[in-house]
C-alpha cells in the first residue's frame, strides 16, 4: 500500500551537508509514522532517526544528534532527512521506511514498507 523512493545521496567532503528526500504513494501516508535507517558495509541496519505521524514527535540516535534533522510534508507525501557536518562514519546506504502507526519504531523489523536505498559517502 506505501511505496517509497528515496533520492539525495551522493559523495560529500567531511564536515558537508546533504539532504535525503523520501517521496512516497498510497493515500496511506499521512497515517505511517517514518524511519530513516542506514547500514554500513559489515555492519548492521541501524535506526538513524524517526518522526511520528503529525511530525510532533521525533527520535535521532546519539551518533547523528544535534547533526541531522528530520522532516515530513504530509501535503506533499514526502520526509526529508537534513544531514549536516558529516564525517566519514557516516557513510552508508539510507533507507526510508515507514510503519502504518502513529508512533514511530526502533527495530527494522517493525517497519513493513522500504525504499530501495541511497548511498551517502562522506570523504575525509
Known amino acids: 500500500q506505501v511505496q517509497l523512493v528515496e533520492s539525495g545521496g551522493g559523495l560529500v567532503q567531511a564536515g558537508g551537508s546533504l539532504r535525503l528526500s523520501c517521496a512516497a504513494s498510497?493515500?496511506?501516508?499521512?497515517?505511517?509514522?517514518m524511519g530513516w535507517f542506514r547500514q554500513a558495509p559489515g555492519k548492521e541496519r541501524q535506526i538513524v532517526a524517526a518522526i511520528s505521524r503529525g511530525g510532533g514527535s521525533t527520535y535521532y540516535a546519539n551518533s547523528v544528534k544535534g547533526r541531522f534533522t528530520i522532516s515530513r510534508d504530509n501535503a506533499k507525501n514526502t520526509v526529508s532527512l537534513q544531514m549536516n557536518n558529516l564525517t566519514p562514519e557516516d557513510t552508508a546506504v539510507y533507507s526510508c521506511a515507514a510503519r502504518e502507526y502513529v508512533l514511530y519504531a526502533y527495530s527494522p523489523e517493525e517497519y513493513p514498507y522500504w525504499g530501495q536505498g541511497t548511498q551517502v559517502t562522506v570523504s575525509s
Open positions: 498510497g493515500r496511506t501516508f499521512t497515517s505511517t509514522s
